[in-house]
């Protein structure tokens, strides 16, 4: 199983995606799962700013997803928010953690942070991509 965090489900969905591909064979035959934060933010984003085709790839993508309850590890509750750091960031990646298998994330930030409070996450780092609007 692999944990997906908004920014890599936007990098599935984006028009014009220029990691798709190399997204698509790290999960290549394994079973994906976004955790209830992470669906939230990514209906919301896409809702307000994907194009068409970006929303009925939205759709095909969320067919092919497990959604899982929050469920942050015990480490990922004992962080403090920060300006890299909020709490989806937490719930999201504390799910994976919790679960015990890779989160793909595109925020670095995110990731350093919470190391720099003394919890490092199981993560497959990959560049950031944006809906077009198309």
Not at 63 to 81: F, G, K, N, T, Y
Not at 114 to 125: E, H, T
Request: aromatic share 4%.
């Amino acid at each position: 199983m692999i944990n997906l965090d908004t920014n890599t489900a936007i990098a599935f969905i984006a028009e014009g995606s220029t990691v798709r591909n190399q997204l698509r064979l790290f999960v290549q035959d394994q079973q994906l799962i976004i955790s209830q934060t992470a669906l939230n933010e990514l209906l919301k984003i896409v809702e307000y700013s994907g194009g068409v085709l970006e929303q009925e790839r939205a759709k095909r993508f969320l067919d092919r997803v497990v959604v899982v309850a929050d469920q942050p590890s015990i480490a990922a509750c004992a962080l403090q928010p920060t300006r890299s750091l909020d709490l989806n960031d937490i719930i999201i990646l504390g799910t994976g953690d919790h679960l015990g298998i890779v989160t793909m994330t595109a925020d670095a930030k995110a990731v350093r942070a919470a190391s720099a409070q003394g919890v490092d996450f199981n993560v497959y780092l990959h560049p950031s991509c944006s809906l077009t609007g198309r």
